[in-house]
């Protein structure tokens, strides 16, 4: 065990099966297969589906760095936070237009990303988790210190979004923002997959797996890893964008360190490595919030922090593995 | 001048708080090499021990800081021997999801039993006067703190330095499996200074309270302070997470004398500066 430097545990976080690749399009189509269903039998919880297609894309983004690429951080909430500003901003001082608003959001998270990364990504390990946490606090303080820009503490409330295409208005009972947030989320989970199943993608599998092998082959690591960091900033970005967008006000709470922390619980909740994870833990963790939230914040916590020391001590997914070896087990014997 | 005194003086007050409160986690970090996102907790257990006994029961001060750190000590170590040892070769993720989850079991704990106010330590009239050092005056209770932190920094460095025990724990750091090969009883070392870690954030939970006040949702909000000494300090050294924690506390007692407005940042500028030179620690090369 003490051979094991917490930056090569790191790297630790299951890997990628190599296994046939599924259909890009299969995660997608099942998703808002998922979400049509959800919204036909609650159809007064349309807002709660918006919310957990759009928290989905950002746990989506961390399953890029953390399952695919093995890049640990706790900073996810920088790339989210800007893309919400960004598009909040656009949409203040340029246009109200909603998916010129997601392309800034995209590429402002997608240039923050490479930029910092291009600083970040030479450490490894607990090192690169302390300055990925460093560099959203450092971003939450600058977005507090300009309260002219950012509205501070209030946050960002002033701007209007014009209808989507010019057709459908974002209405009071959420129906326009969920699909709107379930077909972005839909088309990033198809962009992931065809991502993960590249060339690109399968020598981000290999640098997770061995870095100095990569190296040795050729691949230039550091510019792939960058790559696959801005890829992330861009779907944080957009995640961003549409929960600004949805909801109208941007708040400091959206660059903060427990946004990225639940992040990573959620992604670990659902399995990190083959993106359906991030719906899965998204969804799960989203309701567990809203049911036991609404009865009392503390109550959430007691739920969460049992929730999370079980998830660690019996793993959800060797316990699944655990009780099908049972049940073939029990196939075999009797015939 | 006065205000350059003041802010020398906060800041290495505020830097021995962050001392006391990380060490404990740095030691961890470098002898089990587990992440212990928890520690916090401990700091808030001490601290809520202090303020309950004195507060509701009237005991006299130091007794209770006494009886609530030897609780808060083998709280720790109890906590590490029966649940934390397991988890040890586990993957670092699965420490950080683990710990994390602890921490809000224990936030929603003491909110259960303390209610979400904030709660004051009432000191004793032996520290709430002010000491005159002849060119200006101090708060007893802030000569307290320094004196407090330098103690506790100069008995680790004994023990670690000159002790059978501090032998061991150096043993352990530099390579675990050999240690025990060797006959060093690891676990023993593992669960005590563990145990003594816990300890040292209760004190300085007790010693911080001032700055850092105490309330349910305390380990989650120092959390990253603790964090930030333990990683520019370097894991497991005592004199790095000393020196990170004076200049870190430093630097953010100055900002907020000079520029109040830009919060922390500053902290955070200066500890990514630090990280980036000296990524294995601040006296590390």
């Not at chain 1, 998703?31 to 959800?38: C, D, L, M, N, P």
């Not at chain 1, 303080?141 to 208005?169: C, N, Q």
């Not at chain 1, 939230?293 to 997914?317: E, K, N, Q, R, T």
């Not at chain 2, 750190?69 to 420490?95: D, K, M, N, S």
């Amino acid at each position: 065990m003490t051979t094991t430097s917490p930056a090569a545990a790191a790297t630790e976080i299951t890997p990628p099966r190599a296994r046939a690749m599924p259909p890009p399009w299969r995660l997608p189509l099942a998703t808002i297969a998922a979400a049509f269903v959800a919204s036909l039998l609650w159809p007064d919880q349309l807002g709660l589906v918006g919310r957990i297609a759009t928290t989905a894309l950002l746990v989506l983004s961390l399953d890029l760095l953390v399952g695919y690429a093995g890049i640990a951080t706790l900073g996810q909430a920088a790339l989210f936070g800007v893309g919400a500003y960004g598009a909040g901003l656009f949409a203040q001082q340029v246009h109200g237009d909603p998916l010129l608003g997601l392309l800034v959001a995209a590429a402002a998270g997608a240039c923050l990303a490479a930029a910092s990364g291009a600083f970040l990504l030479r450490f490894e390990g607990f090192t690169l988790l302390m300055l990925t946490i460093a560099f959203a606090q450092i971003l939450l303080s600058l977005a507090s210190t300009f309260r002219g820009l950012t509205g501070g503490d209030d946050g960002l409330s002033d701007f209007t979004i014009t209808p989507i295409l010019g057709l459908w208005e974002f209405d009071l009972e959420g129906r326009v923002g969920a699909i709107y947030a379930v077909t972005v989320l839909a088309a990033g989970l198809y962009l992931s997959r065809r991502v993960a199943n590249s060339p690109f993608g399968l020598s981000i599998r290999g640098i997770h797996e061995s870095r100095a092998r990569m190296a040795a082959l050729g691949t230039p690591v550091r510019k792939r890893l960058i790559g696959i960091y801005a890829l992330s900033g861009m779907l944080a970005g957009v995640s961003g964008a549409i929960t600004a967008q949805i909801n109208g006000i941007v708040g400091l709470d959206s660059l903060g360190f427990p946004l990225s922390a639940e992040a990573l619980v959620m992604l670990v909740l659902g399995g990190a490595g083959n993106l359906s994870g991030s719906v899965i833990g998204a969804s799960v963790f989203t309701l567990l919030h809203h049911t036991a939230a609404s009865i009392d914040p503390y109550h959430w916590l007691f739920v969460i922090g049992i929730a999370l020391m079980a998830v660690v001590l019996f793993p959800p997914a060797a316990m699944a593995q655990k009780v099908w070896a049972r049940v073939r087990g029990t196939r075999n014997t009797t015939p | 001048m006065t205000l350059l005194l003041n802010i020398l003086v906060d800041g290495v007050a505020y830097g021995m708080v962050l001392f006391v409160m990380a060490v404990g986690l740095s030691i961890t970090l470098g002898l089990m090499k587990f992440v212990n996102l928890s520690h916090g907790a401990f700091a808030m257990a001490g601290g809520y021990g202090v303020a309950v006994l004195v507060g509701s029961h009237g005991w006299n001060f130091w007794a209770a800081l006494l009886v609530a750190l030897i609780a808060t000590g083998v709280f720790g170590a109890a906590l590490e021997a029966l649940i934390l040892r397991h988890l040890y070769r586990r993957p670092e993720l699965q420490q950080v999801l683990f710990t994390i989850g602890l921490t809000f079991f224990l936030v929603a704990t003491a909110n259960a039993i303390f209610g979400p106010q904030v709660r004051s330590i009432p000191l004793p009239a032996s520290l709430s006067g002010s000491v005159d050092l002849g060119f200006r005056t101090l708060p007893t209770q802030r000569v307290f703190v320094l004196l407090a932190g330098v103690a506790a920094a100069a008995l680790l460095t004994w023990i670690i330095a000159r002790t059978r025990f501090g032998i061991w724990i150096r043993a352990s750091v530099d390579h675990a499996d050999a240690a025990s090969g060797l006959g060093i009883p690891i676990r023993l070392v593992q669960c005590l200074s563990f145990g003594a870690g816990a300890a040292l954030a209760g004190l300085g939970g007790v010693l911080g309270a001032e700055l850092m006040p105490l309330e349910p949702y305390y380990p989650l909000k120092y959390l990253v302070l603790m964090l930030v000494v333990v990683a520019v300090g370097g894991m497991g050294s005592i004199p790095g997470s000393l020196c990170t924690a004076l200049v870190l506390g430093t630097v953010d007692t100055a900002s907020k004398y000079l520029v109040s407005e830009w919060g922390s940042l500053l902290f955070f500028v200066a500890m990514g500066l630090l990280l980036a030179w000296r990524p294995r620690g601040i006296l590390t090369r």
